[in-house]
């Protein structure tokens, strides 16, 4: 409501034209009404910017629950957008997974790409990155020393590996796996004393998976769910066109991240104390502050959400696109704390 009179607010008489022609064009429908929140708008004044609440997580101390997923490395951009992204971090508080670091346990010759440390401080989680086909690699020749080297040279808090074996079945170069995921997860845990985090890669993980991972020490379990970027899905575009055709269904296999949220509380509730690991974070199709916040609200455990292609979209160019954009996200934030409630 307005509380100055049109001589004391000179803006009044354009907003009032601009409320009367968009008035139509501001209409929603009831069907598309959001079902997720109750909105109770009598119960807190607008917040003020940086209202959000610190909180402990991965043994350091966040500002905003968000969660930079692990995205890119080894291309002429990955320089550009992982300083903006780690700058973005430390000004607003969020974690980071970098992207594969496959290039670093052999070479230095990519390290400036992936050096951000001393963008993102020292106070925030930074996690390095391999896969499944990396690891079992180095566990053959005996060389998983090459994981401290490189969790050292990045002065990164802990390893994030990605599991995808659809990624590889479907890239053209891709490697085979002879053990499970899980040996090998299982292997490295008991080899190096690291912070280890476990993700797919835009497929998401069923109950049996979810269920192992949850009673391994692991750091987080970070979701991936399917419908976000699906990277068996890229792996095709890449690849021949008759076996992508064969194969396209399999891009439609998986979980979303509203189905591991409720798989994950099934399992915490199931579990009981064989639940080592209890934090988690809410990541694949998670395209909106709103969505991150309704998930980290449903999920019965210390839990964060990650965006990877919303940030890319918005970290190859200037930083003061990115700030624009992760700035609006936490005011997001702000507002749904206070004027939203989970049903």
Same mark, same amino acid.
């Given at each position: ?38 909105? =109770? ?8 910017? !940086? ?45 980071? !997974? ?93 080899? $190096? ?47 021949? =066109? ?61 839990? $964060? ?14 930083? =003061? ?23």
């Amino acid at each position: 409501m307005d509380t100055l009179s049109p001589k004391e607010d000179p803006t009044a008489s354009s907003r009032k034209r601009d409320h009367i022609e968009l008035a139509f064009r501001s209409q929603v429908e009831s069907g598309t009404l959001d079902q997720r929140f109750y909105y =109770e708008p009598l119960l807190s004044g607008h917040p003020e910017r !940086g209202s959000l609440k610190s909180f402990l997580f991965l043994g350091k101390t966040m500002r905003a629950p968000v969660w930079v997923s692990s995205m890119t490395g080894g291309t002429d951009w990955a320089n550009t957008i992982n300083h903006n992204l780690a700058r973005a971090c430390k000004e607003f508080g969020m974690g980071m !997974g970098l992207g594969s670091c496959r290039p670093l346990l052999y070479s230095n010759d990519s390290l400036p790409d992936f050096d951000v440390r001393k963008e993102i401080g020292d106070d925030l989680p930074l996690f390095a990155n391999l896969g499944v086909a990396q690891l079992e690699e180095l566990i053959d020749h005996g060389e998983l020393y090459r994981v401290r080297e490189l969790t050292d040279k990045l002065q990164a808090d802990g390893l994030i590996i990605h599991v995808n074996p659809l990624q590889e079945w479907l890239q053209p170069e891709g490697d085979r796996f002879v053990r499970s995921s899980l040996q090998v997860i299982e292997i490295v845990l008991e080899k $190096i004393n690291l912070p280890i985090i476990v993700k797919e890669v835009g497929q998401g993980m069923g109950m049996e998976s979810l269920r192992a991972l949850m009673q391994l020490p692991l750091a987080a379990i970070d979701f991936a769910a399917n419908g976000g970027t699906n990277f068996a899905r890229l792996e095709m575009l890449r690849g021949d =066109e008759v076996k992508a055709t064969i194969y396209e269904q399999l891009a439609h296999v998986g979980h979303s991240a509203v189905e591991m949220t409720l798989m994950a509380n099934q399992l915490i509730e199931e579990l009981g104390d064989k639940a080592a690991c209890r934090q988690f974070i809410i990541s694949g199709g998670v395209r909106t502050f709103l969505d991150g916040y309704y998930l980290t609200q449903k999920l019965n455990a210390p839990s $964060i959400y990650g965006q990877a292609s919303g940030f890319l979209r918005h970290a190859r160019g200037s930083y =003061e696109e990115l700030q624009a954009y992760v700035a609006a996200q936490i005011e997001g934030l702000e507002l749904a704390n206070a004027f939203l409630r989970v049903r």
